[in-house]
Structures are given as C-alpha cells and as structure tokens.
C-alpha cells in the first residue's frame, strides 16, 4: 500500500491529465509519458468505462469536446472507443485515441505514482486491474470523504491507498486515519485562505496523522475556485509566489498542476537555492 514518507518534508508534483497542448490531448499515454520526462512525481488518470466494461483513462462526460463523435464511452463498446480519435487544442482530429487503463498501467509502472480519479465509480474493477499489473505499491485512490465510501473501498479493493477529498473543511478523515490505515492523504478544496482545510493548525494536524495532503493549482472552471486564487494563472502571469510559492509555505505535499515543467523548474530553484 502506498504511504507518503513523512508528509511535510517535501512537495510533489501531480500532472493533471498528463502533459498536454498543441496537437496532444490529454490523458493519452503520449501526455502521461511527456509529464513524467518533465518532472512530475504523480500522474492523475480519469478512468470511464465501456459499455461491455473495459476502462479506459478519459474524463466521464468529455465526449463531446474531445471527439467528433459524442457518444459517450459507457454507451459504446470498447473496440469502438478505441478506434475513436481525440481532438487537439483547435478541435481537429489527431492520431491519438483514449488508452485503455491497462496500457497506462504498463507506461506508468515503476516510473511515478499513478492517481486514479473517478475512482469510486468503478472501485472493484480498478482493485483488480491494480492487482494485475502489481501496483498496490504505486497507486494512489480518489473518492469522497465519506466514511461509507471509504468503507466501500476497503472490501471492493482492499489494501490500495485512498485520497478522500474534503471541501473548505474535514470533518471525517483526520478522524478515521487510525481506524482506516489505507488513508494515506486528503485532498482538500478551498476558495478562502481562511477555510479550515487551508489553516496551519489543521495541515499540522494532518501531518502528524501521517497524512498527506494534496492541493489543486489547476483551473478547470474559473468560477470553481480549488486554492483561494492561488493558482497556475497566478504563477504563471504574477510570479510563481503568488500561486505554488504560497501553497508550498503553507505546507501542501502535492501541488497538482497543468504546468508540470514550470513547476518543476520553480521547486528545483529552490531547493538548489537552499543549498547554497
């Protein structure tokens, strides 16, 4: 089961969907492998299912803006979702389908820790494809912070790592981190600096639970605020203090980005800077 050394210690970088742009779209093996060679310390896969059951790593409900065809992946069989081709940033047809998790699994193993969202959707399928591959050690599982879901997660797929995710306040995980071990973090969510998931007194408390806690510089809808405004928008246009300086003082473990390079590169001047 995948545990996080001492939380606290140092900052992880998550690529949200991989590392995409231009002619590559996200969540495809290209977009993982080109994260990885960038730095990130953890890949995040979105897992839907086919309508005969295969996973695939695609975001449930994207259809229409990543392909020219709508349908939805749980409507269709899976020899037809893989013929399928995504689109690029101007909404052309690429080369590029949507992998299976299976092939993911493969590309990743060994290489970063691998964070299944979506994951409460499909628990006992992914629990075995997990075990196929040996990656009980890698994998790192998203689902609500909720006790009878996590509880879920303990039979449908026992011992995988779970990440709960608690909005502006925890009321459970910090908790039940005793009584379920296979807890290894939380991410949070918060739109003030001043939510309880955001202070010091709680990030000390989760750390000393062994816990490790994820936050979110990434923008999916600017009116979903995911980390008080400090964002890879604000990194990036107002200076790196602003968005992941910020997130890494107040002591977040993992930073998810859909700047890895960037963020890699900011981490690694510090820690060069801190050595001199």
């Known amino acids: 089961m995948l545990k996080f050394d001492n939380p ?3 900052v992880y970088i998550a690529a949200h969907r991989g590392a995409c742009g231009g002619n590559i779209p996200c969540n495809t093996l290209l977009a993982y492998d080109i994260a990885v060679r960038q730095g990130a310390d953890i890949i995040e896969l979105d897992v839907s299912k086919s309508a005969d059951g295969e996973l ?3 975001h449930p409900g994207m259809e229409p803006v990543m392909y020219s065809d709508p349908a939805l992946i749980s409507e269709i069989p899976a020899d037809r979702a ?5 689109r690029n940033c101007d909404r052309t047809e690429t080369r590029y389908a949507a992998p299976k998790l299976d092939e993911a699994f493969e590309l ?3 290489r970063c820790i691998i ?3 979506k994951f409460w959707m499909n628990m006992a399928e992914i629990g075995k494809a997990v075990r196929a591959h040996g990656l009980e050690s890698q994998v790192l599982c998203k689902l609500p912070a909720d006790e009878a879901a996590i509880r879920r997660a303990r039979g449908a797929a026992p011992g995988l790592a779970l990440l709960p995710l608690a909005h502006g306040k925890d009321t459970v995980c910090l908790g039940l981190a005793e009584a379920y071990p296979e807890i290894s973090g939380v991410e949070v969510i918060f739109a003030e600096e001043t939510d309880p998931v955001a202070s010091d007194a709680y990030i ?3 750390h000393r639970a062994g816990l490790a806690l994820w ?5 999916y809808d600017e009116k979903s605020v995911l980390a008080a405004g400090h964002s890879d928008d604000a990194s990036l246009s107002e200076g790196p203090e602003k968005g992941w300086g910020w997130l890494c003082g107040k002591g977040f473990d993992i930073i998810q980005t859909d700047w890895t390079a960037e963020l890699r590169r900011y981490l690694d001047a510090g820690i060069r800077a801190a050595e001199k």
């Open 215 to 219: 936050c979110n510089s990434i923008i």
């Open 82 to 86: 893989a013929e399928r081709r995504l």
């Open 8 to 10: 606290g210690d140092r």
């Open 108 to 110: 990743l193993k060994g």
């Open 204 to 206: 000390s408390a989760a």
């Open 115 to 117: 964070a299944i969202d």
């Open 56 to 58: 695939f790593c695609f």
